[in-house]
């Protein structure tokens, strides 16, 4: 019920849904009601969403505090004994019917699986990605396995998790299949703004690993002060910076994730007992 639930209340509560929603809303009411002020409430709360969202720097305000909240892989770290990488970066549909890997703008996921594949040639490798859609639908994990050889893969070492339908899934369900050993250094691939969460869900898992973040949506800090061009930009930002943000609340109601904003591990000091 969790599943359905969370896809069917994001469509209502996405900014740009909610925007348009809010000024038709009060388009209709000023043309078919003589409430005037509650209309115009409506249509002007809607055109002044749409208008700040969709060009002012709130999009990037929201999102920095989770792209930022885990620092990048170092490139001198240590081989790890496995490389996970979580769905969301195939058109899982799209790549079925064309057959062929049709990525999206979480694309860069499976390439660095691909990557740290080649940098770390012992490392276990793990997909994890089922169907997004309510009702069913071809497994991300699936496409994976047909065209591997496209996105350099080797089939050899590729582990597929395709059942898992969300962030809490992937987690629980890759900590099953790979049963990790205590000890083993993992690392874990997802977009920077959804690293948060999904580190998160590993560890209610039990399963520790290190970030690895890509795909990330801003350049850093300076980015609060910058406008688009283009609203359909700031909106598109905006809406997956609520929605995250909001996944972390539910997630932390849920159950899901040991904390509300999950972050780096504290380092222990000199002298310290160990975990």
Known sequence: MFFPLSKVAYFLITPSNLFIFSALAGLVILAATRLRRT???????????????????????????????????????????????????????????????????????PVYLAHLARRFPQARLVFSGGSGFVGGGIAEADIISRHADVLGLPRTRLILENRSRNTQENAAFTAALVQPKPGERWLLITSAWHMPRAIGCFREAGFTVDAFPVDYRTRGWGDAARFHGFASDGLLQLDLAVKEWIGLVVYRLAGYTPDWLPGPEPVASPGSASR
């Open 39 to 109: 209309g115009l409430a409506l249509a002007a709360l809607g055109l002044l969403g749409l208008a700040v969202g969709g060009l002012t720097p709130v999009s990037e305000i929201a999102l920095l505090p989770l792209e930022e909240r885990f620092p990048p892989y170092p490139e001198d770290g240590p081989a790890p004994a496995g490389i996970i990488v979580l769905g969301g970066g195939i058109e899982a549909g799209l790549s079925e019917a064309r057959d062929q890997v049709l990525g999206n703008d979480a694309g860069e996921r």
